[in-house]
Structure formats: structure tokens, C-alpha cells
Nanobody, 122 residues
Framework: QVQLVESGGGLVQPGGSLRLSCAAS????????MGWYRQAPGKQRELVAS???????NYADSVKGRFTISRDNANNTVDLQMNSLKPEDTAVYYC????????????????WGQGTLVTVSS
């Protein structure tokens, strides 16, 4: 069974920083892309940042220059360093893994983590 486990959410003041971590576990052979989405109350889930196994990254315009995504392919982990946080960054952040292939050859289009809450407030 494959699962993604996130950590690092919490309450931070505007202008502060947080680091989110996500670890994929299970019988994993490879993962194409990993990254983060977020969903604020009353809004749709949106892409924050993602990175492929080859290191190609993609960021939402709203977080460019403030957030940095990093990935450890060997350990199937992905981190999101969030700096200069704003109240509008408040959301549940979800880790995702796309194009996951298990060691038994089973292919999963997308796997989600359970989400971690980030609250930016004074």
C-alpha cells in the first residue's frame, strides 16, 4: 500500500516561514512528479508547486519568489519551503505524487496525502 504523509503545518505570523515535508512510503519503484496543492475555505484546490523526477519545477504565480520546492528522488520525499507568508496563503496543503509505479508494476495516476493545515495570522 502506498501512502503520502505530510508534516510541518501550523500557525505562523505574516512574514514568517514554514517548511512542509511529504514522504511517500510503500512498495514504490518510481514517481514522475511530486508536489503540493492547497485548498482554502470555500475555494477550489489549486496547484502551489510541483517538480518532476528530472528536476523540472512549476510554481503558481502567487508563490513565485517566496516558496521553494525540493525533492529527494532516492527517498521519495518532497519539501516546500515557504517564506514571506501572507494571510492569503492560509489553506490546507496537500502533497501529491503523479505517475507512481509500484515494484509490482502497478501504476497509480495520482496519490494524495491527507493534508496539513497552514494558518497565517497575527
Amino acid at each position: 500500500q502506498v501512502q503520502l504523509v505530510e508534516s510541518g503545518g501550523g500557525l505562523v505570523q505574516p512574514g514568517g516561514s514554514l517548511r512542509l515535508s511529504c514522504a511517500a512510503s510503500g512498495s514504490i519503484f518510481s514517481i514522475n512528479a511530486m508536489g503540493w496543492y492547497r485548498q482554502a475555505p470555500g475555494k477550489q484546490r489549486e496547484l502551489v508547486a510541483s517538480t518532476t523526477s528530472g528536476g523540472v519545477t512549476n510554481y503558481a504565480d502567487s508563490v513565485k519568489g517566496r516558496f521553494t520546492i525540493s525533492r529527494d528522488n532516492a527517498n521519495n520525499t518532497v519539501d516546500l519551503q515557504m517564506n514571506s507568508l501572507k494571510p492569503e496563503d492560509t489553506a490546507v496543503y496537500y502533497c501529491h505524487a503523479d505517475g507512481l509505479v509500484t515494484r509490482t508494476g502497478y501504476r497509480l495516476l495520482r496519490v494524495w496525502g491527507q493534508g496539513t493545515l497552514v494558518t497565517v495570522s497575527s
